[in-house]
C-alpha cells in the first residue's frame, strides 16, 4: 500500500501578528499536515515550528512562498523565482 501524505495549501497574506501565526501552527498540529504550501509569505517565521523545515522563497517585491514539510520528509532540488511567485521541490523523486 502507497504511503498517503496530507496537503495543504494557504493564502496567508502576510504574518503580520502572532495570532495568525499560532493559528497556522495549530492548524497543522491538529490537522497533522505533512506538507503545507504558503502563498503572500512576507518573511518566514517557520524556522522554529517544531518537527517542520520550512522552505523560503521571498521575491524582489518582499512577497514569496514557503513550503513546510515535516523534517522526516525531505524535500530535494528546490527551485524557486527570483519574484518570490513560485517554489518547487521534489520528494522521492517525484517533482
Known sequence: ??????????????????????MIEDFVRQHEIDFLFLQKVTQSKFDNLLGYTAYTNI???????DILAREHLPLTRTV?????????ASFQGYG
Request: hydrophobic share 35%; charged share 20%.
Open 1 to 22: 500500500m502507497p504511503d498517503i501524505y496530507k496537503v495543504s495549501t494557504l493564502n496567508i497574506n502576510s504574518l503580520a501578528s502572532q495570532v495568525k501565526m499560532a
Open 59 to 65: 521575491g524582489t517585491n518582499r512577497r514569496g512562498t
Open 80 to 88: 524557486s523565482l527570483p519574484s518570490g511567485r513560485e517554489i518547487a
